[in-house]
Structures are given as C-alpha cells and as structure tokens.
C-alpha cells in the first residue's frame, strides 16, 4: 500500500489498465494517468496527456508500462518519488522486501527472503519462491514460477506460463519465452524457449 493514498501513473494503456485496477480495488486514491496517446478518463480516473511534474507535486508514483526498456527510460524522466503497488489478493512474505515503484498483481505469491528489486512487475498469478532476487526492470508474465534461489538479472522478461528450477541464474535483458522450463542458467542478452529451454539468441 502507498505510503500516502494520491498516486499518480505513468502509462495510460494495457498494463496501467490492470495497475489502476489493482489500485482501486485496494481504494487507493489515484489523481491521474499521464500518457500522450490517451485522454479522456480510465475507470472515472483522468487521462491527462503528456507527463507534467506540477500536477499533484506531493503525489507518489508509479510507471505502468510493460515494456521494460521503456519503463526504464520513463522512470529516468519522472521527476515524482516512487511506490508499490501490491493488490490485496497477492500473498507476500513479510520477510520479502519489495523495491520502489514495483507492483505485485492479482493472485501473485512470493515467499520468504525473497529481494524483489525496483520498478519490477510481478504479473498475475506469478509465482516467486524462497530466496530469489530479482533485479530492477523485470517483467515477470502471468502465471511465471520461480523456484527456490532464482537470480534474475535486470529487464529481463520471464514469459508467461514459464519455470524456473531451482538455484537457476538469468541474466540481464534476457527473454524466457511463453511455457518455457528453464533447467540451466541463461547468460545476458539471450532468448531462450522450449522444455527444456535452449538458447535461440545470443547478444
């Protein structure tokens, strides 16, 4: 839960649409969602174009855009302190800790002594076992399992319906693709897919 109840988003489109949701169904206050390609209102929520740091100066925020890199350029661009955004249906260990502008969504579990870094997404209905430490960008996709002792690398995307085994390293901006089962560690820059998963990419 934000440490005030006034959040603003970064991001009008897809991923904000599931973020605003969670936000709202946990009646948190959110004053606007700034994105150029959207205007109007989002669930009674105004769309208010560009990015503007004087509206709702005391707000906190939170960039809602799936796209990692982009997410990334964002954040370097907003100039509001950041929150969490944690849905009250995830089940989260309090002895997991959670960074900055991160969001846990609908149904998603992470267990103890797990470091969930900044800006990171924790889709729907994921799950993140003992240990794990999960670095600033990630995108983990719906329904994605982590065993116990993953390490996954900055802007790495872990696709959806996807395994991790235990004590697994990825790397940074990495892509594991959809149904993939990860069974060996994964250097930087690669995409991997299949059961087992292989390397059908390097950088």
């Excluded at 999960?134 to 399992?145: M, N, Q, R, T």
Aim: net charge positive.
């Amino acid at each position: 839960m934000p440490v005030n109840n006034n959040v603003i988003l970064q991001g009008g489109g897809e991923h904000a649409r599931v973020v605003l949701d969670a936000l709202l169904s946990d009646k948190v206050k959110v004053a606007g969602l700034f994105d150029p390609k959207y205007s109007g209102s989002l669930f009674g929520v105004p769309q208010l174009g560009k990015y503007n740091p004087e509206v709702e100066p005391g707000a906190l925020a939170i960039v809602a855009i799936g796209d990692n890199r982009l997410r990334k350029e964002v954040v370097k661009q907003t100039r509001h302190d950041f929150t969490r955004a944690i849905h009250s249906s995830a089940v989260v260990s309090k002895f997991a800790e959670i960074g900055k502008g991160s969001m846990v969504l609908h149904g998603a579990i992470i267990q103890a002594n797990t470091r969930i870094g900044s800006h990171v997404i924790v889709n729907t209905g994921t799950r993140v076992d003992h240990d794990c430490k999960i670095d600033d960008y990630v995108h983990l996709a719906p329904g994605s399992v982590l065993c116990g002792t993953v390490q996954v690398g900055e802007g790495t995307l872990v696709g959806a319906g996807s395994i991790v085994l235990p004590g697994i390293k990825i790397g940074s901006w990495t892509v594991i693709g959809a149904g993939a089962v990860v069974t060996k560690n994964v250097p930087d820059g690669a995409v991997v897919a299949g059961n087992p998963a292989r390397i059908l990419k390097e950088k």
